[in-house]
């Protein structure tokens, strides 16, 4: 059981655009406002660097999120999180040479126990778009909820990189050493294979259903592991290896192995990468990712905080109410940015919500 901590107050100083105003948060909604380029994706960046201590954007090492203007070459992180009568202040220290973090005052190297799901547009276009991304979807967020995928995924993927070096430089006796790699990997990807169904299996119930409360009763979503290995056992797993040794050692690297394996969204039965709208693709993603903070609470008992980066785009405006609507139904913390001003009246109009207006870096 983790802590079920919301985030209540953050600072930062030299972080990209923003001002050293502290941002005071509340434990339900939150909606960031303020128009195009003024610093709302930075908040949500800001915290989500402060628990994993990187970016979920491209190229971000300190040269790109110290301020431009900064008098002195250091970013300082503040944040304070408050569950029942536990709070944790966590704070952090950056400069060229590296990082410094501090939880409750005290020098620490743990990163805080607070966990976000971050959904931002491009993300679920890049879902519906790109079987890598989708894979790496899969094995990020599955590594959090269940700490031996990690562990095996790791030693899987050090295996690989092994036999690929193998099959490419081709040394000495290299048939021998991959025949001893092949029996481990089988092993490894039999161990990922079934713990990958588990997960699928967890979230099939939940992601149907949330797709039929929010968005639609009439749709059927259902979610599949594209595997040739669905149903191998260890050794079908290791002879098919041998099946493709010729073919592997002749283009130099492993043609074909759980690395490559996906995930399907079946819409109504379809394959929703190829037959969803643009709208019903970003339901469908926003559904799964609602699906697995519901796995993730009956996990951990606890939530993780929801960063919705501006997903109003595609959705018409009855799907926009109705999003918002199960966002005030739930008890997770959510901080929902937008710049869109049709979707920004609808925010403001959710009663208790918190808002929190954005403009040049500063806080209003
Ligand atoms: N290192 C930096 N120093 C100063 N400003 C920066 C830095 N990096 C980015 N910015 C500025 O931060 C602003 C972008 O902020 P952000 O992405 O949070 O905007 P936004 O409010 O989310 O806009 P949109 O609605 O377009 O998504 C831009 O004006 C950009 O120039
Ligand atoms: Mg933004």
Not at 50 to 75: A, G, H, M, V, W
Not at 152 to 160: A, E, I, T
Not at 270 to 283: D, H, P, T, V
Request: with cysteine.
């Amino acid at each position: 059981m983790k802590p079920n901590f919301k985030v209540s107050k953050l600072q930062v100083t030299n972080f990209r655009n923003l001002e050293s105003d502290i941002i005071t948060f509340s434990p339900k909604i939150n909606c960031i406002l303020g128009e195009n380029g003024n610093g709302k994706t930075n908040i949500l960046e800001a915290l989500y660097y402060i628990s994993y201590r990187k970016s979920f954007r491209k190229n971000t090492s300190f040269p790109q999120i110290i301020s431009i203007d900064c008098e002195e070459p250091q970013i300082i992180f503040s944040s304070l999180y408050e569950y029942e009568n536990e709070q944790l202040s966590y704070s952090g220290k950056l400069d060229f040479n590296g990082s410094s973090w501090f939880a409750n005052g005290k020098a620490t190297k743990k990163k805080p126990e607070v966990d976000y799901v971050f959904i931002n547009p491009f993300d679920a276009f890049s879902f519906n778009n790109i079987a890598s991304f989708r894979r790496k979807w899969f094995d990020d967020h599955l590594s959090i909820i269940d700490k031996k995928y990690k562990k095996v995924l790791n030693q899987y993927n050090s295996s690989l990189r092994f036999r690929n070096t193998l099959l490419s430089k081709k040394p000495h006796d290299f048939i021998g050493q991959i025949k001893v790699l092949d029996k481990q990997m089988s092993t490894y990807s039999f161990q990922l294979i079934e713990m990958r169904k588990k997960f699928v299996d967890q979230l099939s119930p939940y992601i149907s259903q949330i797709y039929k409360d929010i968005f639609s009763q009439a749709n059927e979503l259902v979610i599949n592991i594209d595997s040739r290995f669905l149903n191998f056992s260890e050794e079908n797993i290791y002879d098919y290896m041998q099946s493709r040794l010729d073919k592997d050692c002749a283009i130099g690297h492993t043609s074909y192995q759980v690395h490559k394996d996906d995930y399907v969204l079946l819409f109504n039965g379809m394959n929703s990468y190829e037959f969803c709208s643009l709208g019903q693709q970003k339901m469908s993603y926003l559904s799964l990712l609602f699906a697995y903070i519901e796995l993730f609470r009956y996990i951990y008992i606890s939530t993780p905080i929801l960063l919705i980066d501006d997903v109003s785009g595609e959705l018409d405006k009855v799907r926009w109410s109705k999003l918002i609507s199960y966002l005030e139904s739930q008890t997770f913390q959510v901080l929902i940015t937008t710049a869109n001003e049709k979707f920004k009246e609808e925010l403001e109009q959710i009663e208790g919500a918190n808002k929190i207006y954005v403009s040049d870096g500063s806080i209003h």
